[in-house]
């Protein structure tokens, strides 16, 4: 088994093409957007919205394709229609699947990626619930989620032995290409839930031994929603112990005991698209494989030294891990809020509107101290 040459690592030693033209339609050869002859998703888009989503080329990229559009936001008179689009983004010959939100009739100022936790398909209820919040939270930003690498319908599928390009670490390397891909040097926030807070942290690793790459990727902030980052030495006390044999427990108590209507509402049309199929289990095993293997809370550490990063869970999520928040937060607390909710744990991630909620006016606060501007605080 031959992992594939880092095409993160080649970046920064070639000059970048010029940006794909932003025309909706190429033909498949030239490298641009794909719309089947037939599609109607264009006029489900407004005209001054461009459907291609691409603002620059990176080393492998091939055949970029819109698969579905939906809405969001014209339930409400304080917010304005958001149109999420999903694409497959082609890079060395695998199909990763993203959705990506503009603001409405104004240019972005900033980028939010955003990556799912595990078994968090792309096309499912909980992420696209989590994706349409993040739209709303940051008006004033491109919106980007990326679903995990072999997991959901759209995505591509691999095989156990190319498992290596697409384990946490090459998931983190796969990322960054999408992000120079789709933000173009834009000022990015990360978002990350449980599994996706360890992509991230793998991210910022590869990102601190490239002075060239961080140009290319200028993380300025990040917000963890119910993150996963547990030291390898508390694997099998938090991981295996606390919190996968009480997870079922959890759930029940959640569902059952700690939510309103309206969240019982929400936990049934998120759940009807939750599933995984036979063709998902391979990338989930690695996923969990990568997971057990832990992220060093040296890494952790690291990643707040540099990164003002905003974190919200559950009191009682044991993946949590709010010992060590605390201890990093002793030595980099101008880097770190901590907002923990009391008495819940780990199935909080599936409820993305209290997360959210609890992130707020926090987060934008944020995004305002690091781009020097305000106008997000009356969003």
Request: proline share 7%; charged share 20%; glycine share 8%.
């Amino acid at each position: 088994m031959t992992p594939r040459q880092s095409t993160v690592e080649a970046i920064p030693q070639q000059a970048m093409q010029p940006a794909v033209e932003t025309i909706a339609y190429l033909p498949r050869s030239d490298g641009g957007i794909f719309l089947e002859p037939q599609s109607d998703l264009l006029a489900q888009l407004p005209e001054s919205l461009n459907p291609n989503p691409l603002l620059r080329n990176v080393r492998g990229l091939g055949e970029t394709s819109l698969l579905a559009v939906r809405t969001s936001g014209e339930y409400r008179d304080d917010v304005p229609t958001r149109h999420h689009r999903l694409y497959n983004v082609q890079i060395n010959e695998f199909k990763h699947v993203v959705e990506v939100t503009d603001p409405v009739n104004r240019p972005a100022t900033h980028a939010v990626l955003s990556l799912p936790g595990l078994t968090e398909k792309i096309e499912g209820g909980i992420r696209q619930t989590f994706h349409a919040h993040m739209s709303h939270l940051f008006p004033d930003a491109r919106i980007i989620s990326i679903g995990s690498d072999g997991i959901g319908p759209n995505s591509g599928t691999y095989s156990w032995g190319d498992r290596i390009d697409h384990n946490l670490e090459g998931m983190a390397e796969h990322r960054i290409e999408l992000a120079i891909a789709l933000a173009e040097s834009m000022p990015i926030f990360l978002h990350a839930t449980s599994m996706g807070s360890a992509i991230s942290a793998r991210m910022h690793k590869k990102l601190r031994r490239s002075p060239e790459l961080q140009q290319l990727v200028p993380i300025h902030g990040q917000f963890l929603t119910s993150p996963a980052l547990v030291d390898p030495h508390n694997i099998p006390r938090d991981l295996a112990v606390a919190f996968l044999p009480k997870l079922l427990v959890d759930f029940a108590k959640e569902v059952g005991l700690k939510s309103s209507l309206q969240e019982l509402r929400q936990l049934k049309e998120d759940g009807k698209n939750m599933g995984l199929a036979k063709r998902d289990l391979l990338a989930l095993g690695n996923q969990v494989i990568g997971l057990m293997g832990g992220t060093a809370e040296a890494d952790v550490a690291a990643m707040i030294e540099t990164t003002p990063t905003v974190v919200v869970a559950g009191e009682k999520d044991p993946v949590a891990q709010w010992k060590m928040w605390r201890r990093i937060g002793n030595d980099y607390g101008d880097n770190l809020e901590l907002h923990p909710i009391r008495g819940r744990g780990h199935v909080m991630a599936m409820k993305p509107g209290r997360l959210c909620e609890k992130l707020g006016r926090t987060a934008r606060a944020r995004v305002c101290q690091e781009l020097g501007h305000n106008a997000l605080l009356g969003a």
